[in-house]
């Protein structure tokens, strides 16, 4: 069964800390990986996006990598700002098209 | 370029009555959504439209609810008769064919149902 798991749950840090956020998954036949921040009462948005051969990508001041060996990918955010405070859910994809969610890590930025 | 419209987005009702949805999807996006998301969960996947067939509906309590796609546009999703544990949101979501990579899914702002 195609699963997603997602730690944190939750997460609290302040603001300009860095922080990462971890994903683990076992779908299969792997075709990508999304991270999607979605903010309260809104719809997810995604961030990033990393297929097979890519162990990296960025997006302003946050990172993603991909070990598709271990299949485990990472978020990190650097020098965290008020509006980072969002859940993070993390989506894979199989060749099939169809996607598997985790359940997010929810994280707070404080002052 | 709109995004995907939802409404409305919020809906208060009482136990065994009845509700719909609605969602516009962003113009030429043939696959369509619809997700429920419990509080403090990711979306669960209710029903997937290619155009306006059904491609997955493994997931959708069919003995309460029911979504159409006519003209492979716009949705609707219904819940009839509500139970206390259908509070949620209800997310709908588009995107290009995923079967071709296209797998960047558009979310609407979501319809917070309360069943009292």
């Known amino acids: 069964k195609n699963q997603v798991e997602q730690s944190p749950q939750s997460l609290i840090i302040l603001e300009g800390k860095n922080c990462t956020l971890q994903?683990?998954?076992?779908?299969?036949?792997?075709?990508?990986l999304r991270w999607y921040k979605q903010d309260t009462g809104r719809g997810p948005v995604s961030l990033t996006i990393?297929?097979?051969?890519?162990n990296t990508k960025s997006n302003g001041r946050y990172t993603a990598t991909l070990d598709a060996d271990t299949k485990q990918s990472s978020l990190h955010i650097t020098a965290s700002q008020l509006s980072d405070s969002a859940s993070y859910i993390c989506?894979?994809?199989?060749?099939?098209?169809?996607?598997?969610f985790g359940d997010g890590t929810t994280l707070t930025v404080k002052p | 370029e709109a995004g995907v419209a939802q409404s409305p987005r919020y809906k208060i009702i009482e136990k065994r009555q009845s509700v719909a949805f609605w969602c516009n999807p962003i113009s030429g996006h043939a696959t369509l959504y619809w997700y429920q998301q419990i509080l403090g969960q990711g979306p669960k996947l209710l029903i997937q439209?290619?155009?306006?067939?059904?491609?997955?509906d493994s997931q959708l309590p069919k003995d309460r609810f029911s979504a159409e796609r006519l003209k492979g546009v716009d949705s609707t999703l219904k819940i009839q008769p509500a139970k206390l544990e259908d509070s949620a949101v209800y997310l709908c979501?588009?995107?290009?064919?995923?079967?071709?990579?296209?797998?960047?899914?558009?979310f609407g702002p979501g319809t917070r149902l309360t069943v009292l």
């Open positions: 989506v894979v994809s199989a060749y099939s098209g169809k996607s598997t």
């Open positions: 990393m297929t097979f051969s890519e």
């Open positions: 979501a588009s995107s290009l064919d995923p079967r071709e990579g296209y797998n960047e899914q558009f």
């Open positions: 994903c683990n998954y076992t779908v299969s036949p792997f075709s990508n």
């Open positions: 439209f290619q155009n306006n067939g059904v491609v997955d």
